[in-house]
């Protein structure tokens, strides 16, 4: 993906006021500094959506969004394009490439087969690309010497690393959508974060984001989940159990915990539908971390929402829900961490 450069004019080209870095509207007669470029950006993005190139198009209008005062007329209208885009994105089938036949067939399957392993392969890559960072690094070694201290090695190793996962795939999600965002810094009896330097522009976006985190989690507690049914072993299982835990506790739709992302494009009846799975969830697996999900649900499913809904955001909210409320009734009889 390209990268921009912002070329910041001195004074305004305006009024001649001089300007200070980083300002986006002129304080003398309040025109937009970055007009020039929001105008070449708007125009690469009208080709790049013309000649069907969906991601160039998000990435230019993205760019200029950061370019605009939060509440300039044009970052309304340059958010309902990207709302657009992005629906476009997640509705529009794979085709083929022109002159390709589609794979029937055996071939198809082993070439499915193929990209999935490429992907797996790329994901590996991509986990341990953020290890090559120095602040990661150390502040990895500090929050696995604390747990040490309190769990042994072993699990405090294991543990540091599932919540690795969970951030990198935020990580993950937000470069998809060509948002830079640092490498994870860890920080003894809090967890982790991501520094990000711009906000994912529409809730669609914003929601996958935040849901992407729990989700690579879910998959490291799947791995943890397999390993105990293999081995027997209770340092597995438990990994499984505690891992499980902690991405549920990030679904509660509060404050900057992943839940509260991931229902921003729902709309009332999605929110409902999710207290509902909460409700069943909790009756089958008994996991006290439903209450405050379930209870938080309640509150946003009876207040008004604008939001048209978004059934991919649901679908994959209700599936987290589910399939960790089943990993954390995993329990390790005589195990205690």
């Known amino acids: 993906m390209n990268t921009f450069v912002r070329d910041q004019p001195d004074r305004c080209r305006n009024c001649g006021t001089e300007l200070p870095p ?33 991601p160039r198009a998000v990435e230019r209008w993205q760019t200029a ?30 085709l083929p490439a022109q002159g390709e036949k589609p794979k029937h067939g055996s071939r198809g399957w082993l070439g499915g087969i193929g990209a999935a392993i490429l992907l797996a392969l790329g994901k590996i890559k991509f986990l341990l690309l953020g290890l090559t960072k120095l602040s990661t690094l150390f502040s990895m070694i500090a929050f696995f010497g604390v747990y040490w201290s309190i769990w042994g090695w072993k699990f405090a190793l294991g543990f540091v690393l599932t919540i690795y996962i969970h951030e990198m795939g935020h990580v993950f999600a937000l470069r998809h959508y060509g948002i830079h965002a640092s490498a994870p810094m860890f ?35 799947i791995i943890c989940w397999l390993a105990f049914q293999v081995t027997h072993e209770s ?8 891992t499980a835990v902690i991405n549920l506790f990030n679904l509660i739709p509060v404050w900057q915990l992943d839940g509260a992302r991931g229902i921003r494009p729902l709309n ?38 604008d939001e048209q809904g978004d059934w991919a ?25």
């Open 22 to 54: 980083h300002l986006l509207r002129c304080p003398g007669c309040q025109a937009l500094v970055n007009a020039a470029q929001l105008q070449r950006l708007a125009q690469e993005a009208s080709a790049a959506d013309t000649a069907g190139d969906v």
């Open 65 to 94: 969004l950061s370019l605009l005062p939060g509440d300039a007329p044009q970052a309304a209208t340059i958010r309902n394009r990207l709302e657009d885009l992005d629906r476009r994105l997640r509705t529009s089938p794979a």
């Open 187 to 221: 920080i003894p009896g809090v967890g982790a974060f991501v520094r990000l330097h711009s906000y994912p522009p529409t809730p669609a976006q914003d929601a996958r984001v935040g849901l992407a985190g729990p989700l690579w989690g879910t998959g490291a507690a």
């Open 235 to 242: 340092y597995w299982g438990a990994l499984a159990h505690v």
């Open 268 to 305: 009332q009846w999605q929110r409902i539908g999710l207290l509902a799975a909460v409700v069943g969830a909790y009756f089958v697996f008994r996991e006290g971390v439903l209450l405050p999900v379930g209870v938080l649900l309640a509150y946003h499913s009876f207040r008004k929402t």
């Open 313 to 337: 955001a649901f679908q994959l909210f209700a599936a987290l829900l589910l399939v960790l409320a089943l990993l954390s009734s995993v329990r390790v009889p005589g195990l205690t961490i």
